[in-house]
C-alpha cells in the first residue's frame, strides 16, 4: 500500500506536467507591441551588472526598461548608472517613502507601472537572468494561450546549502500539489500559482483588475495579485520558463531562512490545519523513507528501499524537467524536513504576532 501511494504520486507528477506549457524556442509573434520591462531593486548592487547584461542582450528590440531604485542603502543607484551608460531605453526612476500597510515590493512595482506606457507588463526581479529571446517567447506564448498573464518560475542557480534544500522545493510544490489544468484551463482561483520574478501582464486587463495596488499588504502578492486576474474574468498561465529563465535568489543561508520565513506560513493562507497537513504529509512520505530503506537493508526486507527510490525518483523527473540539478535528488528527505522546518518557525512567529524580515523592512 505504502509503496502503492508512492508509485501514484510518480504517475501524477508525469501526468501533471503534460499541463505546464514551456516557452517555444521559436517564437511567433502576431504583433509586436510595446512591452514595458519593470524592475524593483532594493539594495541589489550585486546584480545590477548581470541583469543590465540581459536586458540589453534582449533581442525584443520594442521594450521599455524601467527600474525603480527602492530608497537603497548601498551603490545600487552607483551601479546602475554605470552599468546603462547612455542607453536611451532605460529609465531609472526614485521610489518614494513606503505607505503604512504597504509591502515594500508591492509598491515598487505599483510605482513602476504608473510610469509604463508598454502594452503588456514584465515584472522582473533584479536577480533573474535570462536569455536574448525570453522576452518575446513569453508574450509569444500569452498570446498563442490568449491570456492576460503569464508568469513562471525560474531555473534556480542554488548555491548555499540551505538553498540547496529549500529552492529545488518550489518546482516540487508546483508539480505535486497544484493540479495544473485547473490551474491554465480554468478560472478556478484557488488552483492558481504565480511567481513574482517572472510575470508578464496584458496592460490594459492589469490596471481594469486594480494592479499591485489590489494587493497592497500582500507578502505573497504574486499569487494574490493572480487570483485577482481570474476573479476578473481573465486568464492566467502558468509555464515552464527554465530553460530561458535563471535565478540566483540567494547569496548566504540567512538570506534564504529569511526569505522563506516571511512566505512559508502566509503561501498556505496562515491555516493551522493546512500547516498540520502538510506536516503529517512530508513527515510520514517523505522523511520516513530512508529510514525505511535503513531498516530494510540491515533485517534484509530490500523491498523497503522502494518507497526511497521512488522519492528520488520523483524529485530527479522534477528537476529533470525544470533544469536543476539533477544529483539534488538524493536529498529530498533533507529537503523535506527543511521546508517543514522552516513552516513551523514562520507558523510560530505568525502566533507570537512577529515580525518578519526582508531586505531592512519589517512586515507583521
Avoid at 499569487?223 to 481573465?234: D, M, N, W
Wanted: net charge positive; charged share 15%.
Amino acid at each position: 500500500m505504502y509503496i502503492g501511494i508512492h508509485l501514484f504520486f510518480l504517475g501524477w507528477i508525469i501526468i501533471n506536467r503534460l499541463f505546464l506549457p514551456c516557452l517555444p524556442k521559436q517564437p511567433e509573434l502576431k504583433e509586436e507591441p510595446l512591452v514595458s520591462v519593470l524592475v524593483p531593486m532594493r539594495n541589489e548592487e550585486r546584480n545590477v551588472e548581470t541583469l543590465i547584461k540581459s536586458l540589453k542582450n534582449a533581442t525584443y528590440r520594442h521594450t521599455e526598461f524601467i527600474i525603480l531604485n527602492d530608497q537603497s542603502t548601498d551603490g545600487t543607484q552607483q551601479a546602475l548608472e554605470q552599468a546603462i551608460a547612455k542607453d536611451q531605453r532605460f529609465n531609472i526612476i526614485m521610489g518614494t517613502e513606503l505607505p503604512k500597510g504597504w509591502v515594500g515590493k508591492v509598491h515598487a512595482c505599483h510605482q513602476l507601472q504608473q510610469v509604463a506606457s508598454g502594452d503588456f507588463l514584465l515584472f522582473v526581479d533584479a536577480d533573474v537572468r535570462f536569455r536574448p529571446k525570453a522576452i518575446e517567447q513569453s508574450l509569444s506564448l500569452l498570446q498563442q494561450k490568449r491570456a492576460q498573464l503569464l508568469t513562471g518560475f525560474p531555473a534556480f542557480d542554488v548555491s548555499p546549502f540551505l538553498s540547496k534544500l529549500l529552492v529545488p522545493m518550489l518546482h516540487f510544490v508546483i508539480l505535486f500539489h497544484l493540479p495544473l489544468f485547473l490551474a491554465n484551463y480554468t478560472k478556478f482561483k484557488a488552483a492558481t500559482a504565480a511567481n513574482g520574478m517572472w510575470m508578464l501582464f496584458e496592460a490594459t486587463s492589469y490596471r481594469k483588475m486594480g494592479g499591485h495596488a489590489i494587493v497592497y499588504n500582500s507578502l505573497v502578492e504574486d499569487v494574490h495579485i493572480a487570483r485577482k486576474v481570474k476573479e476578473h474574468g481573465f486568464k492566467v498561465i502558468l509555464a515552464n520558463i527554465t530553460s530561458s529563465v535563471k535565478c540566483r535568489m540567494y547569496d548566504t543561508n540567512a538570506e534564504v531562512w529569511e526569505g522563506f520565513l516571511k512566505n512559508s506560513y502566509a503561501g498556505i493562507g496562515r491555516s493551522p490545519f493546512m500547516a498540520i497537513v502538510l506536516i503529517v504529509f512530508y513527515t510520514i512520505f517523505y522523511i520516513l523513507p530512508p529510514f525505511l530503506a535503513i531498516y530494510g537493508v540491515f533485517t534484509g526486507m530490500y523491498s523497503w528501499l522502494l518507497p526511497y527510490a521512488l522519492t528520488i525518483a520523483q524529485r530527479w523527473y522534477i528537476d529533470m524537467v525544470t533544469n536543476q540539478r539533477w544529483y539534488l535528488s538524493v536529498l529530498v528527505p533533507l529537503q523535506a524536513f527543511a521546508m517543514l522546518a522552516v513552516l513551523i518557525q514562520s507558523m510560530r512567529k505568525s502566533y507570537k504576532k512577529q515580525a518578519y524580515s526582508w531586505k531592512g523592512r519589517h512586515y507583521s
